[in-house]
């Protein structure tokens, strides 16, 4: 079975900095591509990154570009996102999803806000 | 990065047969056979329901099927059920953005 488990949201002060994990389980992570993707409150899905099974390439909304990276660590079968310069409008839950969103995690709800 | 263009909402009774489209351009949902169809209800995480245009996962039932023609994709839902009432979004690939992907703005399905 397909798992994909997110930690490290939390509340962080406008300019701080998060660094959200997703463990896959149930596949084989080193095949796929990830993506990260957003919700708003009350608002609808954006993609904010994803990354190539060997992390030789990677793409950024454009909302978050300098500000986020994107990693994977496939011996570990992680999926990392190091949000930096966070702004308030990055509020938001944050899925971890597999390849082209087939599969996705739980989520985990980042508020920025002082 | 412009979201492709979905109704803010739709709505049908128990049984009937509703369509949700999802509008884009020659660029993404025109010029790929790659639109996705999700499922989220409240609170949820979303649930992918159509991929590659018209394809089922493993699973989903199939009074939910999907369609494309030119620049717009479509979700019918036949036979609806009170447990079909939840937020909808496609996604499309796409070629004219620095992200591979762009969701729909999303739609709201009521079950009347």
């Known amino acids: 079975e397909v798992q994909l488990v997110e930690s490290g949201g939390g509340l962080v002060q406008p300019g701080g900095s998060l660094r959200l994990s997703c463990a896959a389980s149930g596949f084989t992570f080193s095949s796929y591509w990830m993506s990260w993707v957003r919700q708003a409150p009350g608002k609808g899905l954006e993609w904010v990154a994803n990354i190539k099974q060997d992390g030789s390439e990677k793409y950024y909304v454009d909302s978050v570009k300098g500000r986020f990276t994107i990693s994977r660590d496939n011996a570990k079968n992680s999926l990392y996102l190091q949000m930096n310069s966070l702004r308030a409008e990055d509020t938001a839950v944050y899925y971890c999803?597999?390849?082209?969103?087939?599969?996705w995690g739980q989520g985990t709800l980042v508020t920025v806000s002082s | 990065q412009s979201a492709l263009t979905q109704p803010a909402s739709v709505s049908g009774s128990p049984g009937q047969s509703i369509t949700i489209s999802c509008t884009g351009t020659s660029s993404d949902v025109g010029g790929y056979n790659y639109v996705s169809w999700y499922q989220q209800h409240p609170g949820k995480a979303p649930k992918l329901m159509i991929y590659d245009v018209s394809n089922r996962p493993s699973g989903v039932s199939n009074r939910f099927s999907g369609s494309k023609s030119g620049n717009t994709a479509s979700l019918t839902i036949s036979g609806l059920q009170a447990e079909d009432e939840a937020d909808y979004y496609c996604s499309s690939y796409t070629s004219s953005s620095t992200l591979p992907y762009v969701f729909g703005t999303g739609t709201k399905v009521t079950v009347l």
């Open positions: 999803a597999r390849d082209e969103a087939d599969y």
